[in-house]
């Protein structure tokens, strides 16, 4: 068990090009959630897949935003033309999802990326 | 909406003293869970401990504890014996029976040798 796995870890553009995240859960865990943490708050939900589906999106998720977990396995991020207000880490999570509220989820340590 | 409050932005401790960080929430629920999670420079989240609300004692990990105060809306972290290792971020968590885990803005914890 390698624990969440996040790819790349740091990644740097251009304002208006299109990035896309990796995340590789947790073998097993069947839940996985997609945060953003800017500089000085604490992490904002943006949205979760039970196993391939995606049942919440939070609406900081615009719709340059999008995620995909096709097989139920890793997950990608993408964020089409990107902005300089998209610079922040974003953290990938993982869980079994048999106890949701008071789950314990197994964090990676995020991509940070940085719009220029 | 819930929200969650850290007031202190940093804290500092000196090692194997004790410290206490603070955490207050707003919600109209009843039945919620609240945690505490530790990010280190590797930024990877860690969970420390979780209080469920529909519990009176207070939880505890180790040298980890809480002082759960449901009327207050007020959920405590307080590190015994402080190490150095426990040196990071520490965010403060509520989360009712939905899926969006609400955190604080964080307490940065330094602890000196």
């Known amino acids: 068990d390698t624990g969440v796995s996040q790819n790349p870890r740091h990644k740097i553009t251009k304002r208006g090009q299109n990035v896309t995240f990796r995340c590789d859960p947790i073998?097993?865990?069947?839940?996985l959630y997609w945060y953003r943490q800017t500089l000085g708050q604490g992490p904002e939900f943006l949205t979760y897949?039970?196993?391939?589906?995606?049942?919440?999106k939070s609406r900081l998720l615009s719709d340059r935003f999008s995620a995909e977990r096709p097989k139920g396995s890793f997950s990608t991020l993408e964020i089409q033309r990107t902005e300089q207000g998209d610079s922040a880490m974003y953290l990938c999570?993982?869980?079994?999802?048999?106890?949701?509220?008071?789950?314990?989820?197994?964090f990676g340590s995020g991509t940070q990326l940085s719009v220029l | 909406a819930q929200t969650v409050t850290q007031s202190q932005p940093e804290m500092s401790v000196q090692e194997a003293e004790t410290v206490t960080l603070s955490c207050t929430y707003d919600?109209?629920?009843?039945?919620?869970?609240l945690f505490w999670y530790k990010q280190p420079p590797s930024r990877q989240m860690i969970l420390v401990i979780r209080?469920?609300?529909?519990?009176?004692q207070n939880a505890t990990e180790n040298r980890f504890s809480v002082n759960f105060q449901k009327a207050a809306k007020s959920f405590s972290l307080k590190i015994s014996d402080s190490q150095l290792g426990d040196a990071a971020m520490y965010f403060c968590?509520?989360?009712?029976?939905?899926?969006?885990?609400?955190f604080g803005a964080g307490t940065r914890l330094t602890v000196k040798p």
């Open positions: 999570a993982s869980s079994h999802g048999q106890a949701p509220a008071n789950e314990k989820l197994f």
């Open positions: 073998s097993e865990h069947n839940r």
């Open positions: 897949f039970q196993n391939e589906a995606q049942l919440e």
């Open positions: 919600t109209s629920e009843s039945d919620y869970y």
């Open positions: 209080q469920e609300a529909y519990k009176q």
């Open positions: 968590a509520y989360r009712r029976n939905n899926n969006d885990m609400r």
